[in-house]
Nanobody
Framework: VQLQASGGGLVQAGGSLRLSCAASGGTFSRYKMGWFRQAPGKEREIVAGMRSTLTYYIDSVKGRFTISRDNVKNMVYLQMNSLKPEDTAIYYC???????????????WGQGTQVTVSS
């Protein structure tokens, strides 16, 4: 499956961004979808995942970020509200076979999109 992420940019703290990811080349509904991020000098971490209607978020984004998907359009989104400077990172869209843990075992990756939050 091929993934194409978009929607990153520069935003002030407290602002919002919506990331989008277009998937192609596979049966979209058979994949769990996730958003990961990697900040400079840090390991890549999962931010949010979605398997069927089940969602997962890391603690630092709970209540601020929302993952959603459109199985008709083969799209996954990450709505990011109340952004903080520590959310600054390259964000990656990812897909994995629907079986398995929601927060691990992702096999397919899109190119990253930069999110920069200024203080």
């Amino acid at each position: 499956v091929q993934l194409q992420a978009s929607g990153g940019g520069l935003v002030q703290a407290g602002g919002s961004l919506r990331l989008s990811c277009a998937a192609s080349g596979g049966t979209f509904s058979r994949y769990k979808m996730g958003w990961f991020r990697q900040a400079p000098g840090k390991e890549r971490e999962i931010v949010a995942g979605m398997r069927s209607t089940l969602t997962y978020y890391i603690d630092s984004v709970k209540g601020r970020f929302t993952i959603s998907r459109d199985n008709v359009k083969n799209m996954v989104y990450l709505q990011m509200n109340s952004l903080k400077p520590e959310d600054t990172a390259i964000y990656y869209c990812s897909a994995g076979w629907i079986a398995g843990p929601i927060d691990a075992d992702y096999s397919y990756w899109g190119q990253g999109t930069q999110v920069t939050v200024s203080s």
